[in-house]
């Protein structure tokens, strides 16, 4: 059984980019691995799926966007986690 171009993107395209961009969100490094690594999974799919060409470029796009914001390079380390930062928004003391 072969799926179409658009129930892949259905089935496994839709929810496989919900997920990379759930990856994203954030500066962890281990995270944006993983999201590039189901963004390749994707590109890869979409590549071996006839007329998929166009599609593996559009999540390769996604890809190429979250490596031009730095996300999971050298750039995530200046940029604090939210939870490690909200200690100033305490009454708790100085630590």
Known sequence: MS???SQTWIILGVPLLVV???LFVGRSRLRAL???VVLTALVGLFVTIPGGGPSAVIV???GL???ATGRGTH???AVPE???ARGRFTTAGPR
């Open 82 to 84: 939210h939870h490690a």
């Open 65 to 67: 966007a979250a490596l």
């Open 75 to 77: 750039l995530d380390d």
């Open 3 to 5: 799926l179409s171009l």
């Open 60 to 62: 390769g796009l996604f």
């Open 20 to 22: 990379a961009a759930g």
């Open 34 to 36: 993983l999201g590039y």
